[in-house]
């Protein structure tokens, strides 16, 4: 197990950039009433009072001047600014990843859910994605000023090389689990944008949401919903085949299609034992008891005490790579034992 000697102190120039605002009230921490999420890190600045410290943070993953791999694996822009006011440049941050949206075909194809279901899946696992489900859109997915108007979601998850990952935390002279992130966004990109064009090609609308810059949809829960996992401790998705290792895009489409049923195997069981990524985590952010946010009562992170180690270890990863589902080989075997666990245990 690794674990941290003491618990580190976050610098003060990382907490210049800190809003007076605490990020936990922004995500509705201890809020025990649903609502829409707020607009937060990862959005554009202008709606969230976050935009110094996520530049702050940009400026450290892409900015400093051994990032050029990194800046290559996410595809950023050449002209990509540190210390403008959102931390990037421009003109944009992300060249297009994957291939260029094309026109909806002026007449749909017809095929029922259950068919266009396994052509989905089939065509997003034969291009880039390793999972891959479907769940119907919810209003307490979107994020409050934002509108989705499509029915269903397509959600896909791709791996990362573990030896990459587990070289986590990135910093000064070994970038190798930040590049490994950038690969496999622009691979989760890729996927989300080839499939949103055969989608397209048979005469549905679609609106990719490749990462990981946020845009109108929350990630995990509809990937919680369309089957691709259960929320672990340390506030991300477990896979019951990539464990924690793994990031996430999504299409969203009006195409008929039959959703998925959310894969509940043991995670959320076994993270109650569980303190791996507890005891690893450097600022102490991971909270050990489940905790109401916007009305759900579930596993959080706490952002003020997390991004600042973030931002200062070019995008952390430490909880994802100790996590013991990711470790190569072992997500099976895990699966099995918490199913003999719930057959010991018996029903309720
Ligand atoms: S990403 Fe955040 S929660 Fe996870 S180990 Fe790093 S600092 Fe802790
Ligand atoms: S390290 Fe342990 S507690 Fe943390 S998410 Fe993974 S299984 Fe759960």
């Not at 880039?128 to 979601?153: K, L, S």
């Not at 030896?163 to 989760?188: D, F």
């Not at 995670?267 to 569980?274: K, T, V, Y």
């Amino acid at each position: 197990m690794t674990r941290r000697s003491e618990i580190w102190q976050a610098p003060t120039r990382a907490l210049e950039h800190m809003p007076p605002q605490s990020g936990n009230t922004v995500n509705g921490l201890g809020e025990t009433e649903p609502r829409s999420p707020s607009p937060f890190f990862w959005h554009e600045p202008k709606y969230h009072d976050f935009g110094d410290m996520q530049g702050y943070t940009l400026g450290i993953m892409y900015g400093l001047e051994d990032a050029g791999e990194i800046r290559e694996a996410f595809c950023i822009n050449e002209n990509f600014r540190p210390g403008t006011e959102s931390g990037r440049a421009s003109d944009g941050q992300f060249i297009h990843r994957g291939p260029d949206p094309v026109d909806v075909a002026p007449a749909k194809v017809h095929k029922t859910a259950v068919e266009w279901s396994q052509e989905v899946k089939q065509f997003a696992l034969a291009h880039h994605a390793d999972v891959v489900g479907i769940a119907e859109m919810r209003p307490e997915w979107v994020f409050a000023g934002f509108e989705v108007r499509e029915r269903y979601v397509v959600v896909i998850g791709v791996a990362h090389a573990y030896e990459e990952i587990s070289q986590a935390p990135s910093l000064p002279g070994n970038n190798r689990a930040i590049v490994e992130v950038g690969r496999q966004y622009t691979r989760a990109a890729m996927a989300a944008a080839e499939l949103s064009n055969f989608i397209r090609g048979q005469g549905y609308e679609t609106t990719c949401y490749p990462g990981p810059t946020a845009q109108a949809l929350l990630m995990i829960p509809p990937a919680i919903a369309a089957g691709l996992g259960e929320l672990g401790k340390h506030g991300s998705l477990i896979n019951r085949k990539l464990g924690s290792s793994f990031r996430l895009s999504a299409v969203a489409t009006d195409m008929p299609l039959e959703t998925s049923q959310p894969d509940t195997f043991g995670a959320d069981e076994f993270c109650l034992r569980c303190q791996v990524c507890t005891k690893a985590c450097p600022p102490d952010a991971i909270y050990e008891d489940k905790q109401w946010v916007r009305g759900d009562k579930k596993w959080y992170v706490n952002f003020d005490t997390c991004i600042p180690y973030f931002a200062e270890s070019r995008g952390c990863g430490i909880c994802i790579a100790v996590c013991p589902w990711s470790l190569p080989g072992v997500a099976d075997r895990l699966v099995i034992s918490m199913a003999k666990r719930r057959d010991r245990s018996g029903p309720g």
